[in-house]
């Protein structure tokens, strides 16, 4: 059986944003309702830290092999958020999608581990749990 197919997920922790060419040209803006369910499980989240940046670690395990130890990416992105309701990733972004190869028209898929405080790149069989 394959690990991954057991793998259920919170969908209230799951941040989707399909990327415009606006996104990839500067910094992503995420959609603020599910930010802000994100939000619910994320420790030390305040209106300050937010105009200051938090910054957030994004797996990404597009490149795990389950022969050769699961290696896989990390990035440091900062989340920030501005006019208090625009949410973004600013410092770290471009680094995260140049490596990703992230292309306008494709879907970001990012869920809070609010275990592990990661966001985890969902390029993987899952399911939503009830």
Known sequence: MNYY???RIDPAMIISKKLSKRDLDGNVKLPKIQVMSVFKKMKGVTHETLQNGIEVKVLDTAEADPN?????DEYTVTL????NNKFYFGVGWSTMKH???LKEGETLELYWDYLHETFIVLNIPYLVMD
């Open 99 to 101: 490596s990703m190869d």
């Open 80 to 83: 920030r958020c501005i006019d």
């Open 5 to 7: 197919s057991e793998f």
């Open 68 to 72: 050769t130890n699961y290696k896989s």
